[in-house]
Every structure is written in C-alpha cells, then in structure tokens.
Nanobody, 117 residues
Framework: QVQLVESGGGLVQPGGSLRLSCAAS????????MGWYRQAPGKQRELVAS???????DYADSVKGRFTFSRDNAKNSVYLQMNSLKPEDTAVYYC???????????WGQGTQVTVSS
C-alpha cells in the first residue's frame, strides 16, 4: 500500500509562487506515472502535470511555462513549483501515482491553493 502526503498549499497573491510537495511512503517512481491534479469548486478534477517513470514531463496548456514538475528519488518525493499564479489556479491540488504494473491509482489527501489579493 502506497501513501501520498501533499504539503505546501496556502494563500498567495496573484503573481506569487508556491511549491507543493508530495511524499510517497515507498520507492514507486520507477514503476509509476506521477501526476498533479487540481479540482476547483464546481469543476471536474483536471490533470495539471505528469511525470513518466523515466522522468519525462508534460503539462496542461494552462500552466505551461509557469509550473515545473520535479522529483527527488532519494526522498521519494515529487514537487510542483508554481510561479506567476493566477486566481484561476485556485483549487485543491492532488498528487497521484498510477502504477504501470497493476493500473492502480493512489491519491493523496489534497492541499488547498488559493490565489487572491
């Protein structure tokens, strides 16, 4: 059983930055696609960024050039650096791990990001 724990959310002004962290309970990056999703009130959960097991990244058009997905294998952690934040980035952000071998998807509990002046 894998546990994912997010941290780093909060309130930030437009144009500001936040760094989200997601700590995994085990070494899963080599067998998983990692993802950051977000869900705003009244909207469906959407994929923000993903990282393949070999480290390749992909981003939603809405965050390209502003968000950066990275990982630290030694710490079993992934990160989402969010710059130039906009009010429309306000949402609960979730970390996910999709196992390539079983297809099972693990989710973190979510962390709130609010962008407001």
């Amino acid at each position: 059983q894998v546990q994912l724990v997010e941290s780093g959310g909060g309130l930030v002004q437009p144009g500001g930055s936040l760094r989200l962290s997601c700590a995994a309970s085990g070494s899963i990056f080599s067998v998983s696609i990692m993802g950051w999703y977000r869900q705003a009130p009244g909207k469906q959960r959407e994929l923000v960024a993903s990282m393949s097991n070999y480290g390749g990244t992909d981003y939603a058009d809405s965050v390209k050039g502003r968000f950066t997905f990275s990982r630290d294998n030694a710490k079993n952690s992934v990160y989402l650096q969010m710059n130039s934040l906009k009010p429309e980035d306000t949402a609960v952000y979730y970390c996910s791990a999709s196992r390539l071998d079983t297809g099972f998807i693990y989710w973190g509990q979510g962390t709130q990001v609010t962008v407001s002046s």
